[in-house]
C-alpha cells in the first residue's frame, strides 16, 4: 500500500491529455501551450488534442509546431458554422468528435485538462476513466447576445448543456477572481459542489528574453510614440476604442499640453486573425473605416506610414520588435476574465493602459504599472497623453511592472499550483470506463446528422 502511494505521489509520471477547440494564437492559446509545457517539465507524459492548428508562422505558437508538444488533430473536418450560423452548436459537436476520437482511439490519460468547451467532459469521464479538470476562462454563455426570442430559445438548451457538463469536471480551475465570481453567479446549480480554484495564468519569462531573429521592420521605422494594441480581431475585444481615443487627441489637440505632435504618434493593432472566421475579416474591415471616419490614416503591417498600422497575426519576431518599440501597451476589453497581454506587457517594461474592471484590476497596479480607467475614449486619450508627455515616470511604471510579473506571474508559480492539482487528481487513480457504446451511438448520431443537413 505505501508502494502505491508513493507512486502517486509527486515526482511519479502521469499521462496528461490537454483537449483545447482551436490552437492557434491568443491568451487562451498561450495557456494552454505553458500548462502542456510545464506539466511536461515536471516530467508528465503529455499530449494535445485540437480539431485545428495551423501550421503557418504567426498563426500558432513555435512550441505547437517545432515537435516540443505532441500535437493531434482530430475533426477539423467538421465546419465551424453554416452560414455564419450555429457557432456554439458546431463548436460543441466538433469537441465531442475530438473526445470519440481519444476515446476510439485509446489515447491513454491520468488527467484530462479540458478548457473552453466543456461538452466533452461527461464523454471522457465515463468513456476514458481519466480524472477530468477544467480550466474555466469565462462562461460561454456570457460571450454572446440574446438579441431576439429566436436566439434566446436556440440558446437555452447550449446554456444548460454548458453548466451540466461542465458539473461532471472532478475539478474547476479558473483564471481570476473576477472569473471565480461571475462562476459562482452563473452555475448556480454547481458553485456549492464544485467550489473552483483560482490559477493565475503565466508567462514562460524565458520565452520573452530569447532573440527571434531581424524583424521586417526596426523600432526606427516607427514614429517616435509608438502605441500598441494586442487583441484578437474581435468586435468583444473593443478594439475601435483605442483608434477613437487617437483620434480625440487629435481633434481636441491634447498633444499641445505635453508639447508633443501627432506626426509622432501612431497606432498599431495587431492580433489574431484567421480568414476562416468572418468575424476576423469583418471587424478589420470595421476598424479601418472607423480610422479613415475620424480623419486617421492607415496602412498595413510593413508598411508603418499611417497614424494606425494594423498587423494582422503575428510571429513572435514582430511581436518581440512592437513591444520593445511601443511607448505603451492599450488594452481594450472590458469586463475581460484575466487577460495574458497586459502580463506580456509589464514584462516588456512597457505601462499598460485598460479598462478599471474585470482581470486588469488583479494584474495592473494603477498608477504604479499602469494607468486604469473608464472605457471612455476621453479617459484612454488622457492616458496615452500622460505616458507620452512623461517618459521618465512611463520607464519607471515598466521598470516596475516587469518586477510585478516576475514575482507573482512567473511560469514557476502557476506550474508548481498545477502540478499540485494533476498530482492530486491522480491519485484518485482512474475509474473504470463505462457508458461507451451508448455515448459513442449518441454522438455518432449526432454526427451523421450533421453531415447529412451540411450536404
Known sequence: RRTMQQQRGRGASRQVVFVHPDLGIGGAERLVVDAALAAKAAGHRVVVVTSHHPKEDGKSFVETRDGTLDVRVRGDWLPRHVCGKGHVLFAILRSLYASACIVMEGVDADVFFVDQVSACVPVLRWCAGGRVLFYCHHPDLLLTDRRGWLKKLYRMPMDWFEQVTTGYSDVVVVNSQYT??????????????????????????SNYDKDYGPCEVSPDDCRKHMLLSINRFERKKDIGLAIRALAF???????????????????????????????????????????????????????????????????????????????????????????????????????????????????????????????????????????????????????????????????????????????????????????????????????????????
Open 249 to 455: 487627441i487629435k481633434q481636441h489637440g491634447l498633444l499641445d499640453e505635453v508639447k508633443e505632435s501627432m506626426d509622432d504618434v501612431q497606432l498599431v493593432i495587431a492580433g489574431g486573425y484567421d480568414v476562416r472566421v468572418a468575424e476576423n475579416v469583418e471587424h478589420y474591415k470595421e476598424l479601418n473605416q472607423a480610422a479613415h471616419d475620424s480623419g486617421l490614416s492607415t496602412s498595413d503591417f510593413p508598411n508603418m506610414d499611417g497614424d494606425v498600422v494594423f498587423l494582422r497575426s503575428f510571429t513572435e519576431a514582430q511581436r518581440s520588435m512592437l513591444l520593445s518599440a511601443c511607448r505603451c501597451v492599450v488594452y481594450t476589453p472590458s469586463n475581460e476574465h484575466f487577460g495574458i497581454v497586459p502580463i506580456e506587457a509589464m514584462y516588456a517594461r512597457r505601462p499598460v493602459i485598460a479598462v478599471n474592471n474585470g482581470g486588469p484590476l488583479e494584474s495592473v497596479k494603477n498608477g504604479q504599472t499602469g494607468l486604469l480607467c473608464e472605457a471612455t475614449d476621453e479617459a484612454f486619450a488622457r492616458a496615452m497623453v500622460q505616458v507620452i508627455g512623461h517618459p521618465k515616470a512611463a520607464r519607471e511604471m515598466g521598470e516596475a511592472g516587469r518586477q510585478h510579473v516576475i514575482d507573482r506571474f512567473s511560469l514557476q508559480a502557476f506550474s508548481r499550483q498545477l502540478d499540485d492539482s494533476i498530482v492530486r487528481l491522480a491519485a484518485h487513480g482512474r475509474r473504470r470506463p463505462t457508458g461507451l457504446y451508448v455515448v459513442l451511438a449518441i454522438i455518432f448520431a449526432v454526427l451523421g446528422l450533421l453531415i447529412v443537413l451540411t450536404k
Open 180 to 205: 471565480k465570481s461571475v462562476y459562482d453567479a452563473t452555475f448556480t446549480a454547481i458553485k456549492d459542489r464544485l467550489v473552483p480554484d483560482v490559477l493565475y495564468p503565466s508567462i514562460n519569462l
